[in-house]
Nanobody
Framework: QVQLVESGGGSVQAGGSLRLSCAAS????????MGWFRQAPGKEREGVAA????????YYADSVKGRFTISQDNAKNTVYLQMNSLKPEDTAMYYC?????????????????????WGQGTQVTVSS
């Protein structure tokens, strides 16, 4: 059974940083698509960043480029999201997602429908 467990959320002031972790278990991690998504109240879930764990290729939403970094630790079956220069508009529930394959083009890596496995989410709140 595939399990994704997020951690690292919390409350910070604008300009601060947080690092989210997503620990994966129950499937072959070494060559998969893993992504971070977020959903604010009343808004649709949106893709933030994704990584192909087989080669390390990454893709980011324009809204977080230059501020967020997705990375992996294959030895720990864990994907991270380092979030710097946080803004109040980054406030949301953040979810980790995984699937066996990454879609053909990078933009599709940020589509929620591309992923079959999801974590329970971790809340990030950024105050001004």
């Amino acid at each position: 059974q595939v399990q994704l467990v997020e951690s690292g959320g919390g409350s910070v002031q604008a300009g601060g940083s947080l690092r989210l972790s997503c620990a994966a278990s129950g499937y072959t991690y070494s060559s998969n698509c893993m992504g971070w998504f977020r959903q604010a109240p009343g808004k649709e879930r949106e893709g933030v960043a994704a990584i192909y764990t087989g080669g390390g290729s990454t893709y980011y939403a324009d809204s977080v480029k230059g501020r967020f970094t997705i990375s992996q630790d294959n030895a720990k079956n864990t994907v991270y999201l380092q979030m710097n220069s946080l803004k109040p508009e980054d406030t949301a529930m953040y979810y980790c997602a995984a699937d066996v394959f990454c879609p053909g083009d990078g933009g599709s890596w940020l589509a929620p429908g591309a992923y079959n496995y999801w974590g329970q989410g971790t809340q990030v709140t950024v105050s001004s």
